[in-house]
Each structure stands twice: as structure tokens, then as C-alpha cells.
């Protein structure tokens, strides 16, 4: 335990709580504020009350205090010792994350159902792949694409049958391969019967929300208030997301076994686990106080500090885990959206008991800036993020490695959009996902460099949160050009185009038109072409994954980051007694100085055909010493 702080405690007092950490990291990603900074022995013992003159702007004492409150709500500090690492199926295996609906079309509905991924399990294992994680496939209105379930017993009709997913496991299983699903409990859809019952009256249902009579100021994630007004009882319920996607009240135990009752009923079926949907927002603070004005505009969204790391998320989880999870063994990866390093151990400590992994999403923007800024992504950022994380990893504790996702504009293209050195890119992130320390999830697509898409108008755009977010912009005055560029930067719809098979009409995804349309190059694009192409993105990532296995020294050997403070330059070992690889990668479009000696390595993997005097751009290279 450790102490608590206030108005008069230095930043470096902050900073050493674990919420401190997180949040101080958070404020200046959001900021820009340089990280150095923190390097700086005046900085750290700048006082709490002295603030404003490093941010340089007014700060109420409304807002010290809901940091300082925020920041001692949790004391309890990360387990360090040295401990050996525990091994485990989930962190030898590499996991590919499936967008249903974009996946594969089986019937020539234009939307990717579960034949259509049975259909491609050949081509999954062939890839390598052990693990699936499937976005949801319950029955659901689609006002968030399945995110909003209706019954979490029952599948999409759109996407087939309870049978069809019986079949996809026992194949999974033929296969030798996992599977696990998506669990979206923080909300349920207002159509669930659950909210209906409370819109009819039923006292109990009713109890399963959150209903108020008047809002608070919490503003939702897909823009305006989080509440929604009723009239059939004349109250407001909290809504995080869209407007037909209602938080559940997990304080009430009845919802708490509802949940582990919906987790056992699938682990009972025999899938592995679950990916938990913004897991860390289940727990909010009783009194559901108005949020913090200030932190609300450093972070976006209004509210948050009442409900990011809540008073009984740990508490709550711990629960669900011993009751649900361990008695079938199974895996679980939270989405934990503001959680960064430190907490992020709290959830995953593996004494700690709560979750296996966390997906922490620190690394997706540079520092400054947000999803719908267009700029052009600098990697020494991510490379930073890494090491910092890599670092502060003991063996109690292993990261979770991805950069692409149903809810993110592609990647690569976020470092270069022109594409120009696409193939290089690809190759050279797909290396750092499999030579780091952690699990790698892979995203569809991102095995044959898949880009951000050309969205002609919004017309072609399906998110409800790009919707929500353009009819904000225009109604706030942005002409509909303006308002369009910022969907077009950030849109999540850039990744949930359809997945390219072959180089026929629609990439071979449907007979007939996509529920959306992708408009990406599908000549070369695709896998069926990159199958035989032998320097493929297809095939480079297929040949690194097998390797991988091949070597546990890639999976649970030490690390060691060299020249760490070279800018442009990713270089690291990976090694154990007997074994030593050395990672050098260029992380620019510039030519580069050679800067190590690879005497006495044999190159093993290049993205480049031949290795010239000079690296070229986005190089990458694996060695191993002789
Ligand atoms: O959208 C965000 C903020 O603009 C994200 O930080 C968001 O909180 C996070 O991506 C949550 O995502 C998950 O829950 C959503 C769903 O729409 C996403 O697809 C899902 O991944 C609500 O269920
Ligand atoms: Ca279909």
C-alpha cells in the first residue's frame, strides 16, 4: 500500500500511484506535452497546487480534487519479484480477430456469415493462426454492428444458426485451433427483453440499468449526453455508446450472475475465453456525479473519471473470474479503453486473478493527437510506447501486441497513406508483433497489407459513430466537406470493408454487393495472389508465425532494446542460454545508417530482397547468432 496524495504531493508522488501513472501518461498523449519532461528532476517536484504553470492555463480546485480522489482510489501497487514466467496456451499463441460481417459471404447476401468463416479455416491454419476472436455474432438490432445484443444465447440470423456455430468449434477443434468470442456486457441492446421489461414497469428489469430521473453532464462515446429519455416511465437511462446500447447496473448481484451464467453457458459449448467488451466501465462510481469539466475536455469525453477503473471493477471481475472463468479454464482478454502500463498490471498481474491480458490503446495515436486528426502516425512513437511497456513488464505480467482493430483506420496507412512503401510497412509491423514480448492479434487483412479504404461520399459510410459524429459537426457548422475529411481520417469503418479473397468481383467476398463498399486495389491485394507470390506480405507474415513457434525464444526469451534512444531506429535481442536473435528495424521512409554489427548473425527474415550499403525504408530484419 502506498501513501496517499494531495494538493501539496509533487508530480513524482502522482506518478507513483498507479492511477497517477496512467492518468499523468494519458494527459500528455492528449496534450502533446513532451515526455521528457518527465525525465526532469524540476518537473517531478513541481507541486499538485503548481499545476497551472506547466500547463500553462487556469485549473480550478474542483478538478485537483477529482484527481487527487481519483488517484487515491487505488493504492495497491503491482506485484514486482522474480517470480518465473508461467506459461500458457495464450501466450505462445498468435490470435486473428474476425469482423463476421466482413469476413467471408457464403449464401450472396453481401454479408460475412459463420459457413463463410468455416469455409476459410484451411486458410487460417495455413497462416498459422491457433486462436480466433470473433466480434459478436449474437442476435442483435445492428444499431453498433452486433456490439448492442438482443439475446446473448442466440445467434445474428444474418450470420447463420446455433448449429452453424457448433460446427465452427468442432472444426476449430479438428484443426487444432481456439476460439474465443466476444463478451459485450457493460450494455445490453435496448431491445434486449431485459429493457423492455423495465420500460414496462418490471420493478426487478428495472434494476438491471441504470435509471435516473435527471441526467448528469457524462457525455456518450458516439457524441451527445449518455442519457436517453424515456416516457413510458418517465425516466433517463445511462447510455455510454449509442443511443440503443444501455449500460447494465452492475452494482445490483443479479446482473453479476446473469453474466456469469451468459459465460458459462458458451465455455460450456467449448470455446476458450472470452475478449471482454470496454470491460473496465462496468463499474461506475453510485453516485453517478457530474464529471469533471476540465478532464472531461483533456480527454474527450465528460464523466469518465467516475467510471474508467470504478470502485468495484476489480472486486466485480475477481468475481466473475473464480465463478465462471476458472472452473472451464478460460482465457480472457479485456478491452480497456484509458487503462495504460500500470493499472493495466493491476488487471493482469496473473497473483492478481482478475483477467489474463488487457488491450490498451496508448500506442494508436502519436502524442497530440486523436483518431480524427488526419496526420501522418511517427513510429518512434509506438517504439517508445513498446519499450516502455516491455520494460516494465516482470514476468507476473505479459502484453498484449496489435495495432489494428474492427474500431481503427488501418495502421499502416496512418503512417504513410500513399502506400508507396506498402509492402515494406506491412512486413516490417508484422515483425514487430511477432519478435516482441506478448501475444500477437492479428487483424483480417492485415496479412496482405490491407489500407484504408476510399470512401467516396457519406453514403458509403455504415458506422453509427462516424453518423452521429458528422451530424455533430455539421449541426456545430462545419460544411459537409469539412465534416466528411474528419470521418475519412478516422472512421471505423476503414477496417470493416470486405475481406479480399481472389481478384474477382467484390474480392471474392460475395456474389453480390457488400453490405459496404470497399474500394482497395484487389489485383495484388488478395490472398489467393499472395499465396503464390513467395515475397508476399502473405507469405513473410505465414513464415515469421511458423518460425516463431518453431523458437520459444521468441515467445518467453528475455529482451534487450540497444541504441534505444536513436531515433528512427528499432533495434532489439531476444534471447535465452542457448539462443540470441537480433531484431534491426528502420523505422522511417529515409535510407538509414547500418548502426550495428551483424558479424556473426545469419540473416533469417527480410523485407528486402537484397540488403544494400544503406538500410532502405522500413527495413526489417531478423538475425540469428551463429
Ligand atoms: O470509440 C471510442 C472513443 O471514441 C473508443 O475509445 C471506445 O471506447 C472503444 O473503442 C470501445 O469499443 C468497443 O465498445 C463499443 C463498440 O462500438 C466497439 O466496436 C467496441 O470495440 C461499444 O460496445
Ligand atoms: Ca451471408
Redesign the pocket.
Known amino acids: 500500500m502506498s501513501k496517499m496524495i494531495d494538493i501539496n504531493s509533487k508530480i513524482k508522488d502522482v506518478i507513483a500511484l498507479p492511477i497517477g501513472h496512467d492518468v499523468v501518461f494519458r494527459l500528455f498523449l492528449q496534450t502533446g506535452l513532451s515526455f521528457s519532461l518527465l525525465d526532469n528532476p524540476l518537473v517531478l517536484n513541481i507541486k499538485l497546487k503548481n499545476l497551472s504553470k506547466i500547463l500553462k492555463r487556469k485549473i480550478p480546485t474542483s478538478f485537483f480534487q477529482t484527481v487527487i480522489d481519483l488517484v487515491n482510489s487505488e493504492l495497491e501497487q503491482p506485484l514486482e519479484d522474480d517470480a518465473p514466467i508461467n506459461k500458457a496456451w495464450w501466450k505462445e499463441a498468435v490470435f486473428y480477430q474476425i469482423y463476421p460481417r466482413s469476413f467471408k459471404d457464403s449464401n450472396g447476401d453481401g454479408i460475412g456469415d459463420i459457413q463463410g468463416i468455416i469455409s476459410k479455416l484451411d486458410t487460417l491454419k495455413d497462416l498459422g493462426i491457433d486462436c480466433l476472436w470473433l466480434s459478436p455474432i449474437y442476435d442483435s438490432p445492428n444499431d ?1 454492428n452486433g ?1 448492442d445484443i438482443r439475446d446473448y444465447r442466440n445467434i445474428m440470423a444474418e450470420f447463420g444458426t446455433m448449429d452453424d456455430v457448433d460446427l465452427l468449434i468442432s472444426e476449430l477443434k479438428k484443426r487444432d485451433m481456439k476460439i474465443i468470442m466476444d463478451l ?1 456486457v457493460n450494455h445490453t441492446s435496448d431491445e434486449h427483453p431485459w429493457f423492455q421489461a423495465a420500460l414496462n414497469g418490471d420493478k426487478e428489469k428495472q434494476d438491471y440499468y441504470i435509471f435516473r430521473d435527471k441526467p448528469n453532464n457524462w457525455t456518450s ?1 458516439f457524441s451527445g449526453s449518455a442519457w436517453r429519455y424515456f416516457k413510458e416511465i418517465d425516466k433517463y437511462a445511462l447510455k455510454l ?1 449509442s443511443s440503443k ?1 444501455m449500460d447494465l447496473n452492475w452494482d445490483n448481484p443479479k446482473i453479476r450472475k446473469e453474466v456469469a451464467d451468459i459465460v458459462t453457458f458458451w465455455l460450456e459449448k467449448g470455446i476458450d475465453g472470452f475478449r471482454m ?2 470491460i473496465n466501465y462496468i463499474s461506475k462510481n453510485p453516485e453517478l456525479p457530474d464529471g469533471d469539466t476540465l478532464v472531461g475536455d483533456l480527454v474527450g469525453f465528460t464523466g469518465m473519471e467516475h467510471y474508467f477503473y470504478g470502485p468495484n471493477l476489480t472486486k466485480y471481475l475477481a468475481e466473475l473470474r473464480k465463478n465462471a472463468f476458472e472452473p472451464y479454464q478460460g482465457f480472457s482478454v479485456g ?1 480497456t ?1 484509458g487503462i495504460g502500463t500500470q493499472l493495466g498490471k493491476l488487471l493482469t498481474g496473473d497473483y492478481r486473478k482478475i483477467m489474463d491480458l488487457t488491450f490498451s490503446f496508448d500506442h494508436l495515436e502519436t502524442p497530440g493527437k486523436v483518431r480524427f486528426d488526419d496526420y501522418r502516425y511517427d513510429l518512434n512513437f509506438y517504439k517508445f510506447y513498446l519499450i516502455e511497456n516491455q520494460k516494465s513488464f516482470s514476468n507476473r505480467y505479459w502484453m498484449s501486441l496489435f495495432v489494428d482493430n ?2 481503427n483506420p488501418r495502421f499502416i496507412s496512418k503512417i504513410d497513406p500513399s502506400n508507396r512503401y506498402r509492402d515494406e510497412l506491412a512486413k516490417n509491423i508484422n515483425m514487430i508483433l511477432l519478435t516482441l514480448k506478448g501475444t500477437p492479434f492479428f487483424y483480417q487483412g492485415q496479412e496482405i497489407g490491407m489500407t484504408n479504404n476510399e470512401f467516396k461520399s457519406m453514403d458509403d459510410i455504415r458506422d453509427v ?1 462516424s453518423i452521429n459524429k458528422y451530424k455533430e459537426m455539421i449541426a456545430a457548422g462545419k460544411t459537409e466537406k469539412e465534416a466528411f475529411a474528419t470521418i475519412l481520417a478516422g472512421s471505423r469503418d476503414h477496417c470493416r470493408t470486405p475481406m479480399q479473397w481472389n481478384d474477382k468481383t467484390y474480392g471474392g467476398f460475395s456474389e453480390n454487393q457488400p453490405w459496404i463498399k470497399g474500394y482497395q486495389d484487389l489485383k495484388t491485394t488478395n490472398i489467393e495472389y499472395q499465396q503464390k507470390q513467395n515475397n508476399s506480405i502473405y507469405n513473410f507474415t505465414k513464415q515469421l508465425i511458423h518460425y516463431r513457434k518453431e523458437n520459444p525464444v521468441l515467445i518467453y526469451g528475455d529482451i534487450e532494446f540497444i541504441k534505444e534512444n536513436t531515433k528512427d531506429y528499432f533495434i532489439y535481442k531476444r534471447k535465452d542460454e542457448n539462443n540470441e536473435f537480433l531484431i534491426e528495424i528502420n523505422l522511417s521512409d529515409d535510407r538509414q545508417k547500418r548502426i550495428i554489427d551483424s558479424t556473426g548473425y545469419k540473416l533469417i527474415f527480410s523485407n528486402v530482397k537484397n540488403q544494400e550499403k544503406m538500410m532502405s525504408a522500413y527495413e526489417a530484419n531478423l538475425y540469428r547468432k551463429i
Open positions: 453498433d456490439y459485450v462515446f455508446f446500447q467488451d470496454v478491452e479503453p474492427h474500431d459513430e
